[in-house]
């Protein structure tokens, strides 16, 4: 069974540093992967979707980056602002379509 | 925009109630999951649909049931509520075929707490 990992699993900067985020995956045989934000109480929000020909993906302040044969993932937060401040997962979907998440970073961006 | 709406946004109910936990989509999506969610708690899969009456259990053993049908529509019920189905429910759906490049879309998520 897949198995994701997230490093660290909390992380406090203070504002304007960039920062990366660390997912691992244990079975390379994978067809997209997906980093989404979750805000306390909230529900996902999509940030970044890499399919497996890929290797990275942009938008705004945010990369991610896609390294299948090694089995991992990093997310680069440029500038970094309080409200970048939540959780992250990322998630990755392999053979038969299922989705596995990660167990998050949580993120806390300082004034 | 929200693609992916799910009602009530917050339930306090007593136990023993009924109750259906409601979620819709205006994408076609063919895939449609319910994942529970315990506070600052990794997601766990309790139920997915394929398409129109298809339904599958997920990897977390769950008293609810669901039914797909409709394309759009993929409601969650609990017959019995009880203390412990206290949490946070997410529906996502997602286009069939995740090598086509598709990801998932979430939806604002039930808080249900069962007094």
């Known amino acids: 069974k897949q198995e994701v990992t997230q490093i660290p699993a909390a992380l406090s900067v203070p504002e304007g540093e960039n920062l990366v985020l660390n997912c691992s995956f244990t079975d390379s045989a994978i067809y997209n992967l997906q980093w989404f934000r979750q805000d306390p109480g909230k529900g996902l929000t999509s940030l970044l979707l890499?399919?497996?020909?890929?290797r990275e993906q942009t938008s705004g302040r945010l990369n991610a980056s896609l390294d299948k044969s090694s089995g991992r993932s990093t997310l680069y937060i440029a500038a970094s602002q309080p409200g970048d401040s939540a959780t992250y997962l990322c998630a990755v979907i392999g053979t038969g379509n299922q989705f596995y998440f990660g167990t998050g970073t949580s993120l806390t961006v300082i004034p | 925009e929200a693609d992916i709406y799910q009602t009530p946004r917050y339930l306090v109910i007593g136990t023993g109630k009924k109750i259906t936990l409601e979620c819709s989509q205006t994408m076609g999506h063919d895939k449609m999951y319910w994942y529970q969610q315990d506070p600052g708690m990794e997601l766990h899969l309790i139920h997915y649909s394929y398409g129109v009456n298809s339904t599958e259990k997920g990897d977390l053993s769950s008293e609810s049931t669901v039914s797909r049908i409709r394309t759009e529509h993929f409601p969650l019920t609990l017959e019995s509520a009880r203390p412990s189905h206290t949490s946070q429910y997410l529906c996502?759906?997602?286009?069939?075929?995740?090598?086509?490049?598709?990801?998932?879309?979430f939806g604002s998520g039930t808080r249900l707490t069962v007094v």
């Open positions: 890499i399919q497996s020909s890929q």
């Open positions: 996502a759906s997602s286009e069939y075929g995740g090598q086509s490049g598709y990801g998932y879309t």
